[in-house]
T-cell receptor, first 114, second 117 residues
């Protein structure tokens, strides 16, 4: 069974710092990997999708990389802002499971203080 | 708003009552998923529809849970004889699903927060 782990569980940084969130998964036979943002009590907002054939994706201040063979992904946030404060979730869709079924990590709770 | 919508956003019920949630996916999205999220955890898969066909149910979905997607549009998730352990956020997601075995991006709704007293 696919297992997804996110490190660190929580992170608190001052505004302006560049930071890296880590995600690892146990089965490298994946279709894709998605990073989501979740605000308290809210649903999930998709940030980036990386297909298994891709190495990275960028959107604004966000950059996500994927190393499928080692089962790792990182989300890089440049010049962090207080508005970035949220929980960031990593999820993979693997080839051994229901088409599109996502396996999630527990998330990294990010706090950016002014 | 053309995103995924869910109704109600919050539901408080007493143990033993039945509840029903609704999800309206993005228009023309063929794939629809239900997930459940408890505090401090990532969402866990419950069930999956391809158009109107329910193709998989997780072992998390006991006999008290049933889901439908009539006509391949909106979906409902019903919980019968609710228990306190059912308290969670119920999330719905949809994806285009037009590319055969291609797995595309999933878009989530705001969720329904269920509290069972």
């Amino acid at each position: 069974k696919q297992e997804v782990t996110q490190i660190p569980a929580a992170l608190s940084v001052p505004e302006g710092e560049n930071l890296v969130l880590n995600c690892s998964f146990t089965d490298s036979a994946i279709y894709n990997l998605q990073w989501f943002r979740q605000d308290p009590g809210k649903g999930l907002t998709s940030l980036l999708l990386i297909q298994s054939s891709q190495r990275e994706q960028t959107s604004g201040r966000l950059n996500a990389s994927l190393d499928k063979s080692s089962g790792r992904s990182t989300l890089y946030i440049a010049a962090s802002q207080p508005g970035d404060s949220a929980t960031y979730l990593c999820a993979v869709s693997d080839r051994g499971s229901t088409l599109g079924r996502l396996y999630f990590g527990r998330g990294t709770q990010l706090t950016v203080w002014p | 708003d053309t995103g995924v919508s869910q109704d109600p956003r919050h539901k408080i019920t007493k143990r033993g009552q039945n509840v029903t949630f609704r999800c309206d996916p993005i228009s023309e999205h063929n794939r629809l998923y239900w997930y459940r999220q408890t505090l401090g955890q990532g969402p866990e898969f419950l069930t999956y529809f391809q158009n109107e066909a329910q193709l998989e149910k997780s072992r998390l979905l006991s006999d008290r849970f049933s889901a439908e997607r009539p006509k391949g549009s909106f979906s409902t998730l019903e919980i019968q004889r609710t228990e306190q352990g059912d308290s969670a956020m119920y999330l719905c997601a949809s994806s285009p699903g037009t590319g055969g075995m291609f797995v595309d991006e999933q878009f989530f709704g705001p969720g329904t927060r269920l509290t069972v007293l």
